[in-house]
């Protein structure tokens, strides 16, 4: 079974900087398409950030934009996001996922991404 397989995550004080990087285990559809999501303890799984190379398009949650940066290296299939200024806000589970399967206006939607990774644990402490 393919999975995608998230590493980086750990445990920083507020105002410090992690990279998550993402790559697939085997074959997958296409990396185009990309993205980050997050679930803390007792909510529900949110968008953090997104990027549709051939598509020119990215996006980042509220919360995140001017802290986040999300990237790819195509000859690696590798998915990152540079996290900066972390607040204790920014604890959760962080998911890697891939394969946009349509565009439109809500191309980011966690319904919208055909292959997950297991997670990556990111705790910030004040």
């Known amino acids: 079974q393919v999975q995608l397989v998230e590493s980086g995550g750990g445990s920083v004080q507020a105002g410090g900087s992690l990279k998550l990087s993402c790559v697939p285990s085997g074959y997958i559809i296409s990396t185009r398409c990309m993205g980050w999501f997050r679930q803390a303890p007792g909510k529900e799984r949110e968008g953090v950030a997104a990027?549709?190379?051939?598509?020119?398009?990215?996006y980042y949650a509220d919360s995140v934009k001017g802290r986040f940066t999300i990237s790819q290296d195509n000859a690696k299939n590798a998915l990152y996001v540079q996290m900066n200024d972390l607040e204790p806000g920014d604890t959760a589970m962080y998911y890697c996922?891939?394969?946009?399967?349509?565009?439109?206006?809500?191309?980011?939607?966690?319904?919208?991404?055909?292959?997950w990774g297991q997670g990556t644990q990111v705790t910030v402490s004040s």
């Open positions: 990027i549709w190379t051939s598509a020119g398009k990215t």
């Open positions: 996922a891939a394969h946009c399967l349509r565009d439109g206006d809500t191309w980011f939607a966690e319904s919208n991404f055909y292959y």
